[in-house]
């Protein structure tokens, strides 16, 4: 005679001596309800067995009818990554975060843990797939690079795992993020290279004849990405109030140049820009007016947007002929930060100029700029009290009583 467990399920006496322990999962298959069985040898242990059962099942149960496109309640890495994706990145993350998360995924991830369930991935073993990939994960250029992936690159692969099983969690299917707590390795910071005030003149004549003065002006006075320099339209530029209005950017998505919404959110911004920048401008639109264009700098061979690295490589070619040193596209922007601050221009307001998100980064990121700053300001009050202590003193006046 089979007794019910508090209506939980239902225990009863094998003719082997044995307990079993009865439940049902919620599941049909071919048209029957699935049923489940725990045994035991007495019927208190069989009973705690059942309980236990009961109550996991009702958890995935719970998981299930919360996520519906779930198979099951303890899906693989490769089977979540791929709801992951579709139904949380794909609507709200731009498209190409969405493309590098697939890269690092299918590239790094999955062909190591795409077949372990969710909750079998532990902090040890991403711990242990991020050092295996820094020590041992170059797909291509091994003989050049090393077989080591980068610590930068090893840093990314763990962003696009934490946030994936993130939204595990988030979801109730585990408990907790295991790659929160791992363990990356140090990267190794480029230093920033700058051009100094002194190669400044010899680059813009440089640039003067090459026909993209304008163009280097803007960027070495407002510090714009390139892809945001890229996107500007003669709507963005406002001559009277002597504005450039950044709110969009050219990115390079499958192959092909697209342009999009910019980084962040304080990447929308309206920036002020110098008489000389102004002047310029007005005269380069009125030179484009045949031109059947909007993009303020487009290509001039297709009139369309203009590719990067075509520019990065005519930004080589005028370095190599101003006999000033080769430096990144981006250094540029490193250099507008430097010498502003170096102009004794205020951190608050270069950071809104260069888009970051708090005054903090900038800081951080041009430390070296403001502790020169703070030795040249040093010396100059120490030197001030060495002058004063070596001054002879006045001779002073002694008045005689009337």
């Known amino acids: 005679m089979a007794k019910r467990a508090k209506g939980e399920g239902s225990l009863r006496k094998r003719n082997d001596g044995r307990w079993e322990g009865i439940y049902y999962t919620g599941e049909i298959k071919d048209g029957k309800r699935v049923r489940k069985s725990v045994f035991a040898k007495s019927q208190a242990e069989c009973k705690e067995k059942l309980k236990k059962a009961i109550d996991e099942n ?33 609507p709200t993350v ?33 711990q242990q797939v991020l050092t295996d990939l820094f020590q041992d994960g170059r797909t291509r250029g091994r ?7 980068s610590a930068k690159t090893v840093k990314d692969i763990n962003i696009a795992l934490k946030a994936c099983l993130q939204k595990a969690v988030d979801e109730e299917i585990i408990q907790k993020n295991p790659a929160v707590k791992v363990q990356l390795p140090k990267e190794e910071k480029k230093e920033m290279q700058t051009l100094s005030a002194n190669d400044l003149g010899a680059f813009l004549r440089e640039t003067k004849e090459s026909g993209c003065y304008e163009f280097y002006l803007l960027e070495l006075t407002t510090g714009l990405r390139l892809g945001e320099i890229l996107a500007l339209t003669w709507d963005d530029f406002n001559e009277e109030e002597k ?43 009125s030179r484009q007016a045949r031109i059947d264009t909007r993009l303020i700098f487009p290509s001039p061979v297709t009139h369309d947007v203009r590719d990067p690295s075509s520019v990065t490589r005519n930004l080589h070619r005028i370095q190599r002929r101003a006999g000033v040193p080769q430096i990144r596209f981006h250094d540029l922007r490193h250099t507008f930060a430097t010498l502003s601050i170096e102009q004794g221009q205020d951190i608050k307001t270069i950071s809104h100029m260069l888009g970051h998100t708090d005054a903090g980064f900038t800081m951080n990121t041009y430390m070296h700029v403001t502790e020169k700053m703070q030795d040249s300001v040093a010396s100059a009050l120490g030197n001030l009290m060495t002058e004063k202590q070596n001054e002879k003193p006045a001779k002073k006046i002694v008045r005689m009583p009337a």
Not at 111 to 124: A, D, E, W
Not at 143 to 149: A, C, D, E, K
């Open 58 to 90: 009702e958890q995935a149960q719970q998981i299930l009818n919360r996520c519906a496109y779930l198979n099951s309640s303890e899906p693989t890495m490769r089977e979540w990554y791929g709801i992951w994706l579709e139904s949380f990145c794909k």
């Open 94 to 126: 731009k498209e190409h975060t969405v493309l590098g998360y697939q890269f690092l995924f299918e590239t790094y991830i999955l062909p190591r843990i795409g077949g372990m369930k969710l909750n079998q991935i532990s902090t040890v073993v991403c």
């Open 143 to 149: 003989s050049t690079r090393g077989n080591g992936l």
């Open 243 to 285: 504005t450039i209005t950044v709110n969009k950017q050219v990115q390079r998505i499958n192959s092909e140049l697209k342009v999009s919404s910019p980084k962040t959110e304080a990447s929308h911004r309206t920036i002020r820009i110098c008489d000389e920048c102004v002047q310029n401008l007005i005269l380069l639109k």
